[in-house]
């Protein structure tokens, strides 16, 4: 899965989560200051920030775009250099682009969020009298968030169309790489459907999962600092009062409350699932039987096997109940956290409208990205089970064991597959 589209994966991967840290690092302690070498130095935290659009092109946002793209350029010719891979332009650079659009897509989040202060406390003004505005001025305040959204919504639609191809392009990575031992792996069981449906899958699912984690990571690094910047407005949190880093505390102890109720309730359906692809499975071979051999795919026998994928399913389905009664009802209650925790402060009156939307924007941002496991649960479930059947399948070719699960899915017995169907040991 990963030594087709990528060089020398474990190396790769540490390689590049080492990479990134140093980058972060040298960033926020210096890296920043380093752009006014050449006259793209920080912003002076004693000025307003920009609002709209040309944020995008101030001077800090071009340093960053050079910063990122010398730091790219050096990885990339390290491993071209220490080890070449036909997919390396996909697997580096265009990687790279992409994390640089959501990125980007991020920032125009963080924009947002800055004109909702301005514009909302405006808003508030013209709506209680104490303001004076023209037609005009209202509405360039709007052409101004309109900018903001028309460019964050064309670079998703780009990224996400280069991404729909780097997928694709993984995808045609794996098959050329089993295709070209086909000989070892036609005799497994099932190989043409890994092949084909589990790559398909693998890479669909990667594509979703993957660009989710990666922007929830992002949005996470992107908006902490404005957490930790509006929280100077919030004097006391309900129940326990006043305490350091309140929005901060409040969203860490939310989100990790909900992910560790999720991860309880969801704990037994990776299983039921991997049970699942297996007695679907047996079904699926009985009937490819009984397209070449008139005495296979009969009714008795087809009965059986439907009947252990029922009864499969309904358990499955049974155990949703309670992981979609845990699941459901904490995003429900996350609806309305923000504003319990925001009510003192209303209240005494120490925030305006502007502050508010502010604050709920960014904290909505921050617990949505620590959910990512509990809003993806399901997905990741999926992935587990193809990731199993992909690792037993490439075990052949590595000549290593199999994993006690994987070989638990090639004992079929109790599952329907008749006797003489299953793999000899």
Not at 118 to 142: C, H, I, K
Not at 170 to 198: C, P, S
Not at 253 to 260: E, H, K, L, R, S
Request: glycine share 6%.
């Amino acid at each position: 899965m990963f030594v087709s589209f990528f060089p020398r994966p474990k190396l790769f991967f540490i390689s590049a989560a080492a990479w990134s840290l140093f980058l972060i690092l040298l960033w926020f302690f210096g890296g920043q200051q380093f752009g006014s070498v050449l006259g793209l130095g920080p912003a002076d935290p004693a000025t307003p920030p920009i609002i709209g659009i040309s944020v995008f092109w101030s001077k800090p946002f071009l340093w960053f775009y050079i910063y990122y793209a010398v730091s790219v350029l050096v990885f990339y010719v390290f491993w071209a250099w220490f080890a070449p891979h036909p997919w390396q332009n996909w697997s580096i650079l265009v990687t790279s682009l992409i994390l640089f659009l959501i990125y980007f897509t991020v920032q125009v989040s963080v924009a947002v969020n800055n004109w909702y202060g301005p514009f909302y406390d405006y808003v508030q003004g013209l709506m209680s009298g104490t303001r004076q505005s023209t037609n005009a001025e209202y509405y360039w305040g709007m052409a101004s968030f309109a900018w903001l959204a028309l460019v964050g919504m064309n670079v998703q639609v780009i990224n996400i169309f280069i991404v729909q191809h780097w997928i694709f392009r993984w995808r045609t990575a794996m098959n050329d790489y089993f295709m070209a031992n086909w000989d070892k792996l036609r005799h497994i069981e099932g190989a043409a459907q890994r092949v084909q449906e589990d790559t398909m899958r693998f890479s669909q699912i990667m594509e979703d999962l993957g660009s989710s984690f990666v922007q929830s990571i992002m949005t996470l690094i992107a908006f902490l600092p404005v957490l930790i910047q509006l929280q100077q407005h919030i004097t006391e949190m309900p129940l326990v009062g006043a305490i350091p880093q309140p929005l901060v505390f409040a969203a860490l102890a939310w989100c990790f409350f909900g992910t560790i109720a999720v991860m309880v309730a969801g704990i037994k359906l990776p299983g039921l699932q991997f049970r699942n692809q297996r007695v679907e499975a047996a079904y699926r071979k009985e009937l490819v039987y009984g397209e070449d051999h008139a005495d296979r795919a009969q009714p008795v026998t087809t009965r059986e096997l439907f009947a252990n994928v029922r009864r499969n399913y309904f358990r499955l389905y049974g155990h949703y109940v309670y992981f979609n009664i845990v699941r459901y009802t904490y995003l429900q209650a996350d609806n309305i956290y923000s504003g319990l925790i925001l009510g003192p402060s209303l209240v005494a009156h120490k925030i305006t409208f502007g502050v508010f939307s502010q604050i709920s924007n960014a904290f909505g941002r921050v617990t949505n990205s620590l959910q990512f496991l509990l809003n993806s649960w399901s997905t990741i479930v999926e992935l587990q089970s193809i990731h199993k059947r992909l690792r037993a399948f490439e075990a052949t070719l590595a000549g290593e064991p199999l994993p006690d699960i994987d070989q638990h899915y090639l004992d079929r017995q109790g599952d329907g597959m008749r006797p003489e169907d299953q793999p000899a040991s």
